[in-house]
């Protein structure tokens, strides 16, 4: 039983249209799921991915409308890095980002962004054999596409802390905080970096969450298995697409591990991902109440289309 690499990483926007204009707009991902966060089912739960929604390539984000600007700090993550084929991406990358006004930075041969609302993201060149996870966005080549994740950058004051229930959830390494998670079929990068004196804050541009892929659906075996190393994990929780755990690893970086399954074809076709508001059986019901309230979203891809 092994965790296969991240499943999605879920951040915090202020502004649900821009959002969508900018990760489907700019970085060629397809909005998956438009869906409601499910403690709180008056605000958006918008899930980016490859074109099938695959995890290790979704990026979810709840909407709370006027967000103030959310500050990593310890215990949160502070950086997301991205795959891509090769070094002619990095530089399709910087110009189509600099043609767009977002500033970029090289290092290290890696290109340095943040989104509209200060979320940094990073894209690496691919060193590994995973299936590439691409998005299928009409101007983006396919050659050129994010690939899916590589890992995430955290911070934290004690990374060893950590180490005990790193290694007992099947992370291997750790030299200079640098961990690997990695399953039969996919695998992921987490690593820490010194946290800043400033105290973090939630907010708009902020991971709220990291969650890893127990591919199957045994979040009883694997909660099993967190309360022996001295976590405190939530009850098993049904999130309709995929069943997850919750937990606080010592550094403080909220976990989750989700199900690979049943996944978002489980109400809509995979041909229409994303094209309107899902609720979950729970919810349904309340979707007279719920999408008025919720903003309309923009369609960047059909814009592309047109062009």
């Given at each position: 039983?092994?965790?296969?690499?991240?499943?999605?990483?879920?951040?915090?926007?202020?502004?649900?249209?821009?959002?969508?204009?900018?990760?489907?707009?700019?970085?060629?991902?397809?909005?998956?799921?438009?869906?409601?966060?499910?403690?709180?089912?008056?605000?958006?739960?918008?899930?980016?991915?490859?074109?099938?929604?695959?995890?290790?390539?979704?990026?979810?984000?709840?909407?709370?409308?006027?967000?103030?600007?959310?500050?990593?700090?310890?215990?949160?993550?502070?950086?997301?890095?991205?795959?891509?084929?090769?070094?002619?991406?990095?530089?399709?990358?910087?110009?189509?980002?600099?043609?767009?006004?977002?500033?970029?930075?090289?290092?290290?041969?890696?290109?340095?962004?943040?989104?509209?609302?200060?979320?940094?993201?990073?894209?690496?060149?691919?060193?590994?054999?995973?299936?590439?996870?691409?998005?299928?966005?009409?101007?983006?080549?396919?050659?050129?596409?994010?690939?899916?994740?590589?890992?995430?950058?955290?911070?934290?004051?004690?990374?060893?802390?950590?180490?005990?229930?790193?290694?007992?959830?099947?992370?291997?390494?750790?030299?200079?905080?640098?961990?690997?998670?990695?399953?039969?079929?996919?695998?992921?990068?987490?690593?820490?970096?010194?946290?800043?004196?400033?105290?973090?804050?939630?907010?708009?541009?902020?991971?709220?969450?990291?969650?890893?892929?127990?591919?199957?659906?045994?979040?009883?075996?694997?909660?099993?298995?967190?309360?022996?190393?001295?976590?405190?994990?939530?009850?098993?929780?049904?999130?309709?697409?995929?069943?997850?755990?919750?937990?606080?690893?010592?550094?403080?970086?909220?976990?989750?591990?989700?199900?690979?399954?049943?996944?978002?074809?489980?109400?809509?076709?995979?041909?229409?991902?994303?094209?309107?508001?899902?609720?979950p059986p729970d919810f349904e019901p309340l979707r007279e109440t719920i999408e008025p309230a919720l903003r309309s979203l923009p369609d960047p891809r059909s814009r592309a289309d047109r062009a």
């Open positions: 039983m092994s965790l296969e690499g991240i499943h999605h990483i879920s951040a915090i926007t202020g502004n649900a249209p821009a959002n969508v204009e900018f990760y489907v707009g700019v970085l060629g991902l397809r909005l998956v799921k438009k869906t409601v966060n499910q403690d709180d089912p008056t605000v958006y739960h918008l899930f980016y991915g490859d074109e099938r929604g695959r995890p290790g390539s979704e990026l979810t984000f709840f909407e709370y409308p006027g967000a103030g600007s959310g500050r990593a700090g310890a215990g949160m993550v502070h950086r997301i890095v991205w795959r891509v084929a090769s070094a002619e991406a990095i530089g399709f990358w910087k110009n189509r980002l600099t043609e767009r006004g977002i500033a970029t930075e090289t290092v290290g041969g890696r290109l340095r962004f943040l989104d509209p609302e200060g979320l940094a993201h990073e894209l690496a060149i691919s060193a590994v054999d995973d299936e590439p996870l691409a998005g299928g966005a009409p101007d983006v080549p396919r050659e050129m596409a994010l690939q899916g994740f590589d890992g995430v950058r955290a911070y934290s004051r004690d990374p060893a802390r950590s180490e005990a229930l790193l290694n007992a959830l099947g992370f291997s390494g750790g030299e200079d905080g640098a961990w690997e998670v990695r399953g039969d079929e996919r695998g992921s990068l987490f690593t820490y970096d010194p946290a800043p004196e400033e105290r973090p804050r939630q907010g708009a541009g902020s991971v709220h969450h990291i969650a890893f892929n127990t591919g199957s659906e045994d979040q009883d075996e694997w909660r099993r298995r967190l309360i022996e190393a001295g976590a405190w994990p939530t009850p098993v929780i049904d999130r309709f697409y995929f069943r997850s755990v919750y937990f606080r690893e010592p550094s403080g970086v909220l976990f989750e591990l989700a199900s690979g399954g049943p996944g978002f074809t489980a109400d809509e076709e995979a041909e229409h991902l994303g094209e309107r508001l899902s609720l």
